[in-house]
């Protein structure tokens, strides 16, 4: 099984009270790093308002992805993608699930007394094929090569953002205008190997007259729900989740699998000003990045994490978005709510995000600098206390370690004091989860005041 995260409260960073200069000056570097971490995930995963950063911490171990996925571990996998996200910035299991409350929708709502007429009910219908095969409800050939090819544009997307961040890119420099030509080659390619302007024709189709009769609309999302689901070895039925890239090729290598590399140290961190901490206290996770414990306290001299990162989507067939958007239905016993799909009675949305990516992480590398004895380095990290270098009181990542994850680098020699430092370097090849990208669902139900509903 694949362990959860403990809940917030347990993450909490420890006072501040009656601590030395160097505790406090190392727990305000701890807090910067965690900062700069999150601002490099939100600027390249969630540039845009309607998106939200979820961190796991500490990351949540996969499947084995050295074989082939079975329906147990893709079963795994869907339940933490199922979760309902909150306000909260860190990924916590709710006993609400995303299926769960489309299927109540799917039982208990009214749609808008409206009709079409005999064409447009046949357009609709065809639409709704050009998509997926009506027997099998299988993306077709051509709706599959157009998802494809835009989820490939999206983490070529992604690549680009985070090169502009790290090299820190304005109008007119050279990486500026290569940029902007990759940009422009992704989107020419894009176009060239899977946009279809047919694709986008039906997608409207069904839009507008979706909204204008839902009966048509409600049957085949219900088909939907019903046939994308799978069954795990004790025979229970799930909802089906696809990614992209494919969850069999995520530890490999090529064409679709872009890692990006991210880096957390003291030169990157000296750079940012208190007032960087203060603005982000309301928006970023109070974690600490790196927790030291075991035989004997000591204060870092230096550390730096590095990992690579890669974006993957999350696509449920079984869940037509339009959903959101569409006006022609209602529940009853609803409230207002500014956004957010509201099923029970209440003021706060049932469902007010929506998981639409999965943040992996691999290669993770943290490397400690500020012992001044070999036995006190080895001590603090053998075997029994491997927890003792982590994101939150437990293993590096949720994976423990093996001594051959340890690395002992040669002394340094401080010339003011003439001390010996041992630096220390753990080593996580392993691919984990780190964070999700949730998606701000819009208001909904929000039915149109002018329409009439039904049973």
């Known amino acids: 099984m694949i362990p959860m995260p403990f809940p917030p409260s347990s993450l909490q960073c420890s006072s501040a009270s009656a601590q030395s200069p160097e505790d406090t000056q190392q727990e305000l ?88 007429s005999p064409t447009e009910k046949e357009q609709l219908e065809a639409a709704f094929d050009f998509f997926h095969d009506p027997k099998t409800g299988e993306e077709t050939l051509i709706f599959r090569t157009y998802l494809h090819a835009h989820a490939l544009y999206n983490h070529l997307k992604d690549e680009i953002t985070n090169e502009r961040l790290v090299f820190k890119v304005r109008p007119g420099d050279a990486k500026f205008k290569e940029l902007a030509n990759r940009e422009r080659v992704a989107r020419e390619d894009f176009k060239r190997n899977g946009y279809d302007t047919e694709v986008n024709e039906k997608r409207n189709l069904i839009e507008e007259l979706s909204n204008r009769d839902g009966l ?52 990157q961190i000296s750079l940012m000003d208190s007032k960087d901490i203060r603005i982000a206290e309301d928006r970023v996770p109070n974690v600490p990045l790196i927790t030291l414990g075991g035989v004997k306290k000591i204060n870092l001299r230096s550390f730096s994490v590095s990992m690579e990162i890669k974006r993957v989507l999350v696509e449920r067939p079984w869940l037509d978005e339009r959903l959101f958007r569409n006006r022609a239905w209602t529940l009853d016993g609803i409230t207002s709510a500014p956004s957010g799909l509201m099923v029970h009675k209440g003021d706060k949305p049932d469902l007010p995000y929506l998981i639409s990516s999965i943040l992996l992480a691999r290669n993770i590398s943290i490397t400690l600098e500020g012992w001044t004895s070999l036995t006190d380095a080895m001590i603090s990290l053998n075997s029994k206390s491997f927890g003792m270098v982590n994101l939150n009181g437990t293993y590096l990542f949720g994976k423990g370690l093996a001594k051959a994850d340890v690395k002992f680098d040669s002394y340094l020699t401080d010339a003011s004091t003439n001390k010996k430092t041992y630096r220390v370097r753990f080593t996580c090849p392993g691919v984990q989860i780190i964070g999700f990208v949730c998606d701000t669902v819009p208001k909904s139900p929000n039915p149109d005041p002018k329409y009439k509903f039904g049973p």
């Not at 490099?40 to 171990?61: E, H």
């Not at 004790?234 to 090729?249: D, I």
């Open 29 to 116: 570097r701890d807090r910067k790093a965690v900062v700069y971490l999150f601002n490099r995930l939100s600027s390249t995963f969630c540039s845009t308002p309607d998106k939200k950063l979820l961190l796991a911490w500490p990351g949540l171990p996969l499947p084995n992805l050295a074989t082939v996925p079975s329906p147990d571990d893709r079963y795994l996998l869907a339940q933490l993608v199922d979760a309902v996200p909150q306000d909260g910035l860190l990924y916590d299991t709710t006993p609400q699930k995303v299926s769960e409350l489309i299927e109540y929708v799917l039982a208990q709502k009214k749609v808008a007394n409206l009709s079409l």
């Open 216 to 267: 048509i609309w409600w049957y085949h999302f219900r088909n939907q729900f019903i046939k994308q689901k799978s069954s795990i070895s004790s025979g229970a039925f799930f909802q089906e989740t696809k990614y992209f890239p494919p969850l069999e090729n995520w530890s490999s290598l090529g064409v679709n699998n872009h890692w990006i590399k991210f880096t957390v140290d003291d030169n």
